[in-house]
C-alpha cells in the first residue's frame, strides 16, 4: 500500500471515530437539555405541589395587606393560561387590582370562590398543571380549610320540637365536615348557618362550584325553597314509623328572619386597615391641635377671574395643597415622620389628599407638589380621585407621603380634627367657609384649619409657623398660581 493510500484511509477512519463521538455527545446533549427544561418548567418562579403541578397563591401587594378578597376568577377550571395573563382580581386594603400568572400552563382547580373574603397572603387558591389533561397530585391536601364551626345559640327546650332540636344538636357537626364531602361555606354563611341551628347539606346552593351562598340561606330561612335532599334526610321506610311531626325534615321558623331588625354587611378590607391604623395612631401618637382662621375671599375672587380669563378651573381645594406644600418647604420642620422612633426630616414634599370611596377612605398622593403649578395638581387630583373611586389605583399612587389633607368643608362641616397618618407626623383638616362682616363693613368669606402634629415632631411654636405660612399664602394666591 502507497503511502498515499495509507493517509487517505487513516483520515477516514478518523472521520468515521469523529462522527460517532459527536453523534453521541449530541444526544446527551438532547437528554440533558430537555431535562433542564422540565426541571426549569416545574421551579421557575414558584415552588411545585407535586410534579408538573404549580400553585395559584393570594399575593401580597402591598406592604399593608395580610389579607386579601378574591373578587373574580377570570379563568375557569380547564382554561389555558400564558404568562402575562389575569387569572383573577383581588380587592387588598386599598384597591382593587388584576393578578397576573408567572407560569404558563392550564388551571385545573379553583380552591376558593368568587367573593370569597379574609384570604391570608400566600394562602393556596388554585392549582395549575403544565400539559392539558394532567391531574395535580394530593388535590385534597390542598384544600382550603373551612373555619370551625360556632356553637349554635342556646334554644328553650320547651319551645322547640323533638325534629327541631334533633337538627339543632346536629346542625354543627355536619358544618364542620363540609369541607372536602360537601360545600365550603365562607364565615358569613357559617355564622348564619350556625345562629340559625341549620344543616348545611339541605340548603340548595346557587354559588359556583356549589358553594352555598348567603342568599341560599336567606332565602330558605324564609322557605322561598325547598330543603335539598341528603345523606342526613330519614328514609322513606324509617318516615313512616315515626310520628307525623317528625315525618318530614324539620324546616326551620320563618320568624328568627321576620324578628331580625338588622342586616349583616360584610368589612372590607380597606376599613379594616383603617380601622387598625386609626387605632395604632390614637394609641402610639401624642396629637396636638392648633387652628387658624384664613379669608378665603381673594381666592375665590381669583378661581372666578381665571375661569373668564382663560377657561382653566381650578378648586378651592387644589389651592390648599400648592399652598400646604410650599408651606412644608418653608417650614421643612412639619415635613417629617417618625421612621424605628427616629424623626426623619424628608426632602420631598409629598402630598396625600383624602378620597371618600364606598369601601373607605384612600389618600391618593400628589408628589413634589411645591413644584408644579395648580392647574398641574388639579388634573393629577380629579384623574386619582376617579380611579380611586374605581378602585384602579396602583400601590405607588396612594402608599407613602410626607403630609395629608383631610376636607370636608364640601360637606359643610364647620371644623373637626383629624387624625394623623404614620408615619407621617401631621394632617390638615379644612372645615367649610362662611362669611363674616369684618372692621369695613365688608362681607368675608372666612375658612377654619386645624392642623394636627405629632408632638414628638413640632410642638406648638412650629405648629403655629407652619399656619401663619398658609394664610399667608392663601390669602394671595396671586403668588401660587402658577
Not at 165 to 191: D, H
Not at 332 to 352: C, M
Not at 450 to 462: F, I
Request: net charge negative; aromatic share 4%; glycine share 6%.
Amino acid at each position: 500500500m502507497s503511502a498515499t493510500a495509507a493517509g487517505a484511509l487513516a483520515r477516514a477512519v478518523f472521520q468515521r471515530s469523529t462522527a460517532t463521538l459527536l453523534e453521541r455527545t449530541a444526544a446527551v446533549n438532547r437528554n440533558v437539555s430537555c431535562l433542564c427544561r422540565n426541571n426549569a418548567m416545574r421551579c421557575f418562579g414558584t415552588t411545585a405541589v407535586a410534579k408538573d403541578t404549580y400553585p395559584v397563591v393570594m399575593p401580597a401587594l402591598s406592604p399593608t395587606m395580610t389579607e386579601g378578597t378574591l373578587v373574580q376568577w377570570h379563568k375557569q377550571e380547564g382554561d389555558a393560561v400564558e404568562v402575562g395573563e389575569v387569572i383573577f382580581d383581588i380587592e387588598t386594603d386599598k384597591a382593587t387590582m388584576a393578578v397576573e400568572s408567572t407560569e404558563e400552563g392550564y388551571l385545573v382547580k379553583v380552591l376558593v370562590p368568587d367573593g370569597t373574603s379574609g384570604i391570608p397572603i400566600n394562602q393556596l387558591v388554585g392549582i395549575m398543571v403544565e400539559e392539558e389533561g394532567e391531574e395535580p397530585e394530593d388535590l385534597q391536601a390542598e384544600a382550603v380549610p373551612t373555619p370551625p364551626a360556632a356553637s349554635a345559640p342556646p334554644v328553650a327546650a320547651d319551645s322547640v320540637s323533638p325534629a327541631s332540636a334533633a337538627a339543632v344538636t346536629s346542625a354543627a357537626p355536619l358544618v364542620a365536615n363540609t369541607t372536602g364531602t360537601a360545600r365550603s361555606l365562607s364565615p358569613a354563611v357559617l355564622a348564619l348557618v350556625n345562629r340559625h341551628g341549620l344543616v348545611a347539606q339541605q340548603i340548595p346552593a346557587t354559588g359556583p362550584k356549589g358553594h352555598i351562598l348567603k342568599g341560599d340561606v336567606l332565602a330558605f330561612l324564609s322557605g322561598d325553597v325547598s330543603v335539598a335532599p341528603t345523606a342526613s334526610t330519614p328514609a322513606p321506610a324509617a318516615a313512616a314509623t315515626m310520628p307525623p311531626a317528625a315525618a318530614t325534615p324539620a324546616k326551620p321558623s320563618t320568624a328568627a328572619s321576620v324578628s331580625e331588625d338588622y342586616v349583616d354587611i360584610p368589612v372590607t378590607n380597606m376599613r379594616k386597615v383603617i380601622a387598625s391604623r386609626l387605632t395604632e395612631s390614637k394609641t402610639t401618637i401624642p396629637h396636638a391641635y392648633t387652628s387658624i382662621d384664613v379669608d378665603m375671599t381673594n381666592l375665590m375672587s381669583l378661581r372666578k377671574s381665571t375661569l373668564a380669563d382663560t377657561g382653566q378651573k381650578f378648586s378651592v381645594n387644589d389651592m390648599i395643597v400648592k399652598a400646604s406644600a410650599l408651606a412644608l418647604r418653608l417650614v421643612p420642620e412639619v415635613n417629617a415622620a417618625i421612621v424605628d422612633g427616629e424623626v426623619q426630616q424628608l426632602s420631598t414634599v409629598d402630598v396625600a389628599v383624602a378620597v371618600a370611596t364606598e369601601k373607605g377612605l384612600i389618600t391618593p398622593i400628589v408628589p413634589q407638589a411645591d413644584g408644579k403649578n395648580v392647574f398641574d395638581i388639579s388634573s393629577r387630583i380629579k384623574d386619582m380621585a376617579g380611579r380611586a373611586r374605581e378602585g384602579k389605583l396602583m400601590p405607588e399612587e396612594y402608599q407613602g407621603g410626607t403630609f395629608s389633607i383631610s376636607n370636608l368643608g364640601m360637606m359643610g362641616v364647620s371644623t373637626f380634627s383629624a387624625v394623623i397618618n404614620p408615619p407621617q407626623s401631621c394632617i390638615l383638616a379644612v372645615g367649610s367657609s362662611r362669611p363674616k362682616v369684618d372692621e369695613s363693613f365688608q362681607v368675608r368669606q372666612l375658612t377654619t384649619f386645624t392642623l394636627s402634629t405629632d408632638a414628638r415632631v413640632a410642638d406648638d411654636v412650629v405648629a403655629i409657623r407652619w399656619l401663619n405660612t398658609f394664610k399667608r399664602l392663601m390669602e394671595a394666591p396671586q403668588t401660587m398660581i402658577l
